[in-house]
């Protein structure tokens, strides 16, 4: 049981099995921030959310050479399908992010709706 938390706990492919631990701990972090996002304010969510694409990179890590149907069409097509299109559209995301500056918050509740 302690080796689903506590990464290199196990003798079974150490170190993928590692990244899966590590990639499920980080999502659970992402995940609570998520339901923190008011406490945290916007500044530290983002910050913290921005760790999901090291999960994603782990679990891709442990599922491709710790996988046991990692050599069936539907996992090659998940991994490739996933792969290439995080692969395309982070390079994108990450060149949006600075080239976009954002509003600066205002103070106070929306205006109502007429």
Do not use: K, N
């Not at 079974?12 to 609570?32: F, N, S």
């Not at 530290?44 to 782990?58: E, K, P, S, V």
């Amino acid at each position: 049981m302690v080796d689903l938390v506590v990464p290199f706990a196990t003798d079974y492919r150490p170190v993928a099995t590692a990244l899966g631990v590590l990639a499920l701990d980080v999502l659970v972090v992402t995940w609570i921030s998520t339901l923190m996002r008011a406490r945290l304010g916007r500044c530290r969510w983002r910050g913290l959310h921005r760790i999901a694409i090291a999960a994603y990179i782990a679990a891709l890590g442990h599922g491709v050479p710790a996988g046991t149907d990692r050599g069936t069409p539907w996992a090659v097509f998940v991994f490739v399908g996933s792969g290439l299109g995080v692969g395309m559209l982070l390079p994108a995301r990450i060149l949006r992010s600075r080239t976009t500056t954002t509003a600066p918050a205002r103070e106070g509740p929306p205006p109502l709706a007429r």
